[in-house]
Nanobody, 122 residues
């Protein structure tokens, strides 16, 4: 089955850390750009961070998470990670991983994880 399975969400106090995992089945993340999105009710989905093997491991971070979040890939485990440090209440959201393959003739092949709830509260 082709799917992305997420884990690692939960409840943490401000200043704490969580590490989200996104394990792929039926596809090799080595060939994909892997992004992390968050989408709270009533708000638009936004990109948090992404990494692309095809672009030399280039990474992108949304401004509010720079210096706190780190995105990475472990190709041997076919798993992407989002390490979240110094978490803030504003980080509370549902986080989704995404695998995106740019096709040679245009268009994209995309796959989404099921979402992980991250709650930051004292």
């Amino acid at each position: 089955q082709v799917q992305l399975m997420e884990s690692g969400g939960g409840l943490v106090q401000p200043g704490g850390s969580l590490k989200l995992s996104c394990t792929a089945s039926g596809l090799s993340l080595e060939r994909y750009a892997v992004g992390w999105f968050r989408h709270a009710p009533g708000k638009e989905r936004e990109v948090v961070a992404c990494i692309s093997n095809s672009d030399g491991g280039r990474t992108f971070y949304e401004d509010s998470v720079v210096g706190r979040f780190t995105v990475s890939l472990d190709n041997a485990k076919n798993t992407g990670y989002l390490q979240m440090n110094n978490l803030e209440p504003a980080d509370t959201d549902v986080y989704y991983c995404n695998a995106d393959l740019t096709l040679q003739l245009g268009g994209h092949r995309r796959l989404w994880g099921q979402g992980s709830q991250v709650t930051v509260s004292s």
